[in-house]
T-cell receptor, first 115, second 114 residues
């Protein structure tokens, strides 16, 4: 069964600092991997996805993530945090318990950005 | 752009009421999903549907049912609402022909059961 672990329910950074949000997954099949962002009182918006092409994936708003099969990781990074990046971030892997078209989500990491 | 809409942003109901949450997508997607989101628990799949009139249980289907009479519309039904169903409910859709399982989400319905 697929599972996703996001290390740290809250991550705090200063504006301009590096953002690193960690995601480890387990999957019995080659996975598709996703990062979504949720701003307050909104739905989830796709940031980026890995679909077995390039292992370094670039997304919107300057975010990127690297797929490392040996480490079963898909960490999200941004070189320089902006106040507008404050939101909750979810990592997800395809092939949930209910089938291949479903996604299994991590519990989320709240990113706090201070001036 | 894919658009997924949900009938209400905020809803307040009483214990025992029957509650309908509606979701509509405009991209002709075959797959539709209902999740609930609770602090510290992330998103948990309630039900999903891969075609009209088809439904599959997710991880937490107890206390819920669904209906999909038209391709673009997927309804979540709480037959007798209880306080432990107070939550944020998110609808999503995806196109299986895209082969990447990307899901597109609506804005969510925050349901409070008193």
């Amino acid at each position: 069964a697929q599972s996703v672990t996001q290390l740290g329910s809250h991550v705090s950074v200063s504006e301009g600092a590096l953002v690193l949000l960690r995601c480890n997954y387990s999957s019995s099949v080659p996975p598709y991997l996703f990062w979504y962002v949720q701003y307050p009182n909104q739905g989830l918006q796709l940031l980026l996805k890995y679909t077995s092409a390039a292992t370094l994936v670039k997304g919107i708003n300057g975010f990127e993530a690297e797929f490392k099969k040996s480490e079963t990781s898909f960490h999200l990074t941004k070189p320089s945090a902006h106040m507008s990046d404050a939101a909750e971030y979810f990592c997800a892997v395809s092939g949930g318990n209910s089938g291949y078209s479903t996604l299994t989500f991590g519990k989320g990491t709240m990113l706090l950005v201070s001036p | 752009d894919v658009k997924v809409t949900q009938s209400s942003r905020y809803l307040v109901k009483r214990t025992g009421e029957k509650v309908f949450l509606e979701c509509v997508q405009d991209m002709d997607h075959e797959n539709m999903f209902w999740y609930r989101q609770d602090p510290g628990l992330g998103l948990r799949l309630i039900y999903f549907s891969y075609d009209v009139k088809m439904k599959e249980k997710g991880d937490i289907p107890e206390g819920y049912s669904v209906s999909r009479e038209k391709k673009e519309r997927f309804s979540l039904i709480l037959e007798s609402a209880s306080t432990n169903q107070t939550s944020m409910y998110l609808c999503a859709s995806s196109d299986p022909r895209g082969a990447t399982d990307t899901q597109y989400f609506g804005p969510g319905t925050r349901l409070t059961v008193l």
